[in-house]
C-alpha cells in the first residue's frame, strides 16, 4: 500500500493504542505528537491523520 503512514486514522490509532498502552503519560505524549504542526512554505498545518515523514512518531 502506497502512503500507508501518511493516511492513518488518528482517531483509530488512539482506540488501538488505549487497548496496548495503560500508561497515561506515554500515551499523552504520544496525543501530543500526533497533533503537533507541521510547517510546510511558511503555513503551519495541523493534520487529522497520518503521521509526518521525519517527525517524532513516523515510523
Not at 503512514?5 to 506515554?26: A, E, P, Q, Y
Not at 500515551?27 to 497533533?35: A, E, F, G, P, Q
Amino acid at each position: 500500500m502506497q502512503n500507508y503512514f501518511g493516511s492513518i486514522n488518528h482517531g483509530c490509532l488512539r482506540k488501538f493504542l488505549n487497548l496496548k498502552i495503560k500508561d497515561g503519560v506515554t500515551r499523552k505524549m504520544i496525543d501530543k505528537w500526533l497533533k503537533a504542526g507541521i510547517l510546510e512554505n511558511g503555513q503551519v498545518m495541523y493534520p487529522t491523520k497520518g503521521t509526518p515523514q521525519g517527525g517524532s512518531i513516523s515510523p
